[in-house]
T-cell receptor, first 113, second 114 residues
Framework: GEDVEQSLFLSVREGDSSVINCTYT??????LYWYKQEPGAGLQLLTY?????DMKQDQRLTVLLNKKDKHLSLRIADTQTGDSAIYFC?????????????FGSGTRLSIRP | EPEVTQTPSHQVTQMGQEVILRCVPI?????FYWYRQILGQKVEFLVS????????KSEIFDDQFSVERPDGSNFTLKIRSTKLEDSAMYFC????????????FGSGTRLTVV
């Protein structure tokens, strides 16, 4: 079945870049997402990428997709303390973006001073 | 910015009791969802709802679960007879239409079954 895997923890120094990696198994994935969850809050959509794209940049965020290897990454430039959160990689293979989303376990990003 | 509102934020219930989790999706949204996250596990899809009927449901969503949109604003998840393993964070989400990318999630209801 569909599965999304990501490492559980990442620690970076403030001001450095953070790179969170994810792999997925569903070759028919059409939409790939990154969600952010801060303590006590819901899942906030950070960015998404279509499966026919290789890269998407949005301010400090860069998403890279290697469809051949089924690998997705999220790079956060100039990481700040406010970026501390759990980051979820997710994919959807439905015919529309309203289809169900399969989530990874989440990567907890912590920032060192 | 419009929000998906979930109430209560935390509910404790006794095993075997019925529980209703409530959600108010964003007002012009048409697609509604429930997901859950058992502590330490992945966020799992439960059900999607469109045009007053279930669009898709997972294996988790058995006969103990039901969803309803009783009026124009609320979207509820009912668990008929709760089990200990139903303890989880339940997230409601909504999206405007098929071309809206990703959903807007609520903050979740933590359900504890004792």
């Amino acid at each position: 079945g569909e599965d999304v895997e990501q490492s559980l923890f990442l620690s970076v120094r403030e001001g450095d870049s953070s790179v969170i990696n994810c792999t997925y198994t569903d070759s028919s994935s059409t939409y790939l997402y990154w969600y952010k969850q801060e303590p006590g809050a819901g899942l906030q959509l950070l960015t998404y990428i279509f499966s026919n794209m290789d890269m998407k940049q949005d301010q400090r965020l860069t998403v890279l997709l290697n469809k051949k290897d089924k690998h997705l990454s999220l790079r956060i430039a100039d990481t700040q303390t406010g970026d501390s959160a759990i980051y979820f990689c997710a994919e959807s293979s439905g015919y529309s973006s309203a289809s169900k989303i399969i989530f990874g376990s989440g990567t907890r990003l912590s920032i060192r001073p | 910015e419009p929000e998906v509102t979930q109430t209560p934020s935390h509910q404790v219930t006794q095993m075997g009791q019925e529980v209703i989790l409530r959600c108010v999706p964003i007002s012009n949204h048409l697609y509604f969802y429930w997901y859950r996250q058992i502590l330490g596990q992945k966020v799992e899809f439960l059900v999607s709802f469109y045009n007053n009927e279930i669009s898709e449901k997972s294996e988790i969503f058995d006969d103990q679960f039901s969803v309803e949109r009783p009026d124009g604003s609320n979207f509820t998840l009912k668990i008929r007879s709760t089990k200990l393993e139903d303890s989880a964070m339940y997230f409601c989400a909504s999206s405007a239409d098929r071309d809206s990318y990703g959903y807007t999630f609520g903050s979740g209801t933590r359900l504890t079954v004792v």
